[in-house]
């Protein structure tokens, strides 16, 4: 089978592999029809986060084309979602909603032959905790899209918004106007938020926040975007915040633009990020978030892309197959693309 293969910093070929088995009694192997690039595989593509050489990508949805003998609820043909993280789904975290944190489960591109989402086909450990299967098999590529979202940011920008406990009439503050970033602006508007303030500098990604619920665009960044928040708020902050990017900038912002007693929900991957302890101490701002476990949001978002209430496959703005895997990349990276996709089979 042909699989995107992360050889070293800007460097992703497309390799022969062989096709992936079952190797435990609770796997299925999916047969991939659409992937993506996420915005944490470009940090290996930049060099900034250390990769193995080998599979890549977290995020895909297929056919399942086999099944161990163990898995009960996955049959072969049937069409399913796979979140970006496997797991059981019975241990004490997957129970308590945290399946990113199954003491049995991992995540999806870490390097490993055929658990790479950009291929293929795929290996599921743990099928029946992991797979979300979706009734019908003849979807539009409209309808594809928005659900290969779900694999991962449609859920993350969700998980950042109910950490940061967004709720009905609230004044909320994204930082990030990436592919997360954006569907947490759609997160917030679908939690009820009366004001939603989207920090981008981007034009294409300024409208499709605005088109899904920003009401406030503030393009500054550093001590100018505080400074432009806290305008906007009456010298007061936000009620919730979204940190969608990682980075020590992005954190900074993100808790001095908090109004006491808020929370920031973290869903950037922390680069070289320090939290002020007793700045945050002293204003009782609180901070939540981590690892999205979207497979705890599909039963609410799953039906909403199936009812056509939500559309998150608009952060896909490139396209192209995996044989050129490498043009997926650098239209993210040179930010040509909100997120790219990958037509696969």
Same mark, same amino acid.
């Given at each position: 089978?042909? =699989?995107?293969?992360?050889?070293?910093?800007?460097?992703?070929?497309?390799?022969?592999?062989?096709?992936?088995?079952?190797?435990?009694?609770?796997?299925?192997?999916? !047969?991939?029809?659409?992937?993506?690039?996420?915005?944490?595989? $470009?940090?290996?593509?930049?060099?900034?986060?250390?990769?193995?050489?080998?599979?890549?990508?977290?995020?895909?949805?297929?056919?399942?084309?086999?099944?161990?003998?163990?898995?009960?609820?996955?049959?072969?043909?049937?069409?399913?979602?796979?979140?970006?993280?496997?797991?059981?789904?019975?241990?004490?975290?997957?129970?308590?909603?945290?399946?990113?944190?199954?003491?049995?489960?991992?995540?999806?591109?870490?390097?490993?032959?055929?658990?790479?989402?950009?291929?293929?086909?795929?290996?599921?450990?743990?099928?029946?905790?992991? $797979?979300?299967?979706?009734?019908?098999?003849?979807?539009?590529?409209?309808?594809?899209?928005?659900?290969?979202?779900?694999?991962?940011?449609?859920?993350?920008?969700?998980?950042?918004?109910?950490?940061?406990?967004?709720?009905?009439?609230?004044?909320?503050?994204?930082?990030?106007?990436?592919?997360?970033?954006?569907?947490?602006?759609?997160?917030?508007?679908? $939690?009820? =938020?009366?004001?939603?303030?989207?920090?981008?500098?981007?034009?294409? !990604?300024?409208?499709?926040? !605005?088109?899904?619920?920003?009401?406030?665009?503030?393009?500054? !960044?550093?001590?100018?975007?505080?400074?432009?928040?806290?305008?906007?708020?009456?010298?007061?902050?936000?009620?919730?915040?979204?940190?969608?990017?990682?980075?020590?900038? =992005?954190?900074?912002?993100?808790? =001095?633009?908090?109004?006491?007693?808020?929370?920031?929900?973290?869903?950037?991957?922390?680069?070289?990020?320090?939290?002020?302890?007793?700045?945050?101490?002293?204003?009782?701002?609180?901070?939540?978030?981590?690892?999205?476990?979207?497979?705890?949001?599909?039963?609410?978002? $799953?039906?909403?892309?199936?009812?056509?209430?939500?559309?998150?496959?608009?952060?896909?703005?490139?396209?192209?197959?995996?044989?050129?895997?490498?043009?997926?990349?650098?239209?993210?990276?040179?930010?040509?693309?909100?997120?790219?996709?990958?037509?696969?089979?």
């Amino acid at each position: 089978m042909k =699989a995107a293969i992360f050889k070293a910093k800007d460097s992703i070929t497309v390799e022969e592999r062989p096709k992936p088995s079952v190797k435990e009694p609770t796997d299925a192997i999916v !047969r991939v029809v659409r992937a993506c690039v996420c915005g944490s595989d $470009l940090w290996y593509y930049r060099g900034i986060t250390p990769h193995p050489e080998g599979s890549i990508g977290h995020e895909f949805i297929g056919f399942v084309e086999e099944t161990g003998a163990g898995v009960k609820d996955i049959k072969s043909g049937d069409f399913v979602i796979a979140p970006f993280a496997y797991s059981d789904g019975t241990c004490a975290n997957c129970q308590a909603g945290f399946q990113t944190a199954c003491v049995h489960g991992g995540f999806f591109g870490g390097g490993n032959e055929g658990e790479g989402g950009q291929a293929e086909y795929v290996r599921v450990p743990h099928a029946d905790g992991t $797979l979300v299967k979706v009734p019908g098999s003849n979807f539009s590529d409209e309808m594809l899209a928005s659900l290969l979202a779900l694999t991962d940011v449609m859920g993350t920008g969700y998980h950042a918004a109910v950490s940061a406990e967004v709720t009905k009439g609230d004044t909320v503050a994204v930082v990030g106007d990436g592919a997360v970033g954006l569907c947490a602006v759609l997160s917030a508007k679908m $939690l009820g =938020a009366k004001r939603i303030i989207a920090m981008s500098r981007h034009e294409d !990604r300024q409208a499709l926040a !605005r088109e899904w619920g920003a009401t406030d665009i503030v393009e500054d !960044r550093g001590e100018d975007a505080v400074r432009a928040v806290m305008a906007l708020t009456d010298n007061v902050g936000v009620d919730a915040v979204l940190e969608c990017v990682g980075t020590a900038e =992005a954190n900074k912002t993100a808790f =001095a633009i908090a109004r006491a007693g808020a929370i920031v929900g973290r869903v950037g991957v922390p680069h070289d990020v320090q939290i002020d302890a007793m700045g945050t101490f002293y204003r009782n701002v609180g901070m939540r978030g981590g690892p999205a476990p979207v497979r705890a949001y599909m039963d609410i978002l $799953l039906p909403a892309v199936l009812e056509g209430r939500i559309n998150p496959g608009k952060v896909f703005t490139f396209t192209t197959d995996l044989d050129h895997i490498a043009d997926a990349y650098a239209a993210m990276d040179e930010r040509r693309a909100i997120k790219s996709m990958l037509t696969i089979g």
